[in-house]
């Protein structure tokens, strides 16, 4: 039975990000813990035949998995038709969480092919590419706020779209304690951060993206993204109007919110 009610819902979630649509909230047994709610992640996305593009590390703050009592974060695949470029619009609803600021890795689809353990050093020679990236984040159901991971987790890692910036060519980037910055002028609104929020460094976020993916036997027969998570947190959006990211020394990215 309990099995038959996760497809029910997962059909649900599922129909509501196909048809970008808002449900009745998931029953809390399905994604309180994050456990089961990889199960409900897991399930939704084995039903959706979209090409994936590339993989989301989310809860990559320290102080957050302190918070909600997790040992690490968790990873979700993310959908070709939920990347966008540079300056494009987004459109949003009162389900909207934030906007996020993050650094962007484009992986080699060479990766899945390693024979090797995953670890800091053999992944280096995979990075193709490093970009800026803004990420808009909240439910398709009816559901506010952040009570467990597990929240995020089972919602499609609650991503609605990605805004990838310009990409400069990897030359072993160091992106550690790199000042960042998301703002929106026109609702004269500027939040600071940094990428040594992002697990430390972007890096051990990618690190443990890529690590998952080989204990998942996840594979692409393509080049891929991987997002490491925000350096802003949640950004609540004030106003629509365009929001603009900078990573130092990575370079900047825009949106239009609508």
Not at 16 to 33: G, H, M, R, V
Not at 150 to 165: E, H, P
Not at 181 to 187: D, G, R, V, Y
Not at 198 to 206: A, D, G, H, Q, R
Request: hydrophobic letters at 35%; one cysteine or more.
């Amino acid at each position: 039975m309990a099995n038959k009610d996760l497809n029910k819902y997962a059909d649900k979630l599922v129909n509501a990000f196909l048809k970008n649509k808002i449900i009745t909230a998931i029953p809390s047994k399905y994604t309180k813990e994050l456990s089961e709610a990889q199960k409900l992640r897991k399930l939704c996305e084995s039903k959706i035949k979209k090409p994936v593009i590339g993989f989301k590390a989310a809860g990559t703050g320290i102080p957050v998995l302190k918070k909600l009592k997790e040992k690490e974060p968790f990873y979700a695949s993310v959908y070709k038709h939920n990347v966008l470029k540079n300056n494009k619009a987004v459109k949003i609803n009162k389900y909207t969480m934030g906007i996020e600021l993050e650094v962007c890795y484009l992986i080699n689809k060479n990766f899945f092919s390693l024979k090797k353990k995953v670890n800091k050093n053999n992944i280096k020679k995979f990075i193709t590419h490093i970009a800026p990236c803004i990420e808009v984040v909240g439910y398709r159901q009816k559901k506010k706020g952040i009570k467990t991971l597990g929240d995020l987790c089972s919602d499609f890692g609650a991503n609605i779209k990605f805004v990838v910036g310009p990409k400069k060519k990897y030359k072993n980037n160091n992106v550690k304690n790199l000042k960042t910055n998301i703002s929106n002028s026109k609702a004269n609104q500027s939040v600071n951060g940094n990428t040594n929020t992002v697990y430390i460094n972007p890096m051990n976020s990618l690190l443990f993206v890529l690590k998952k993916l080989k204990n998942d036997k996840i594979k692409l027969n393509r080049n891929f993204f991987v997002f490491t998570g925000s350096s802003v947190g949640v950004v609540p959006i004030l106003g629509r109007g365009i929001y603009k990211g900078t990573i130092s020394k990575l370079g900047s990215v825009t949106s239009r919110i609508n």
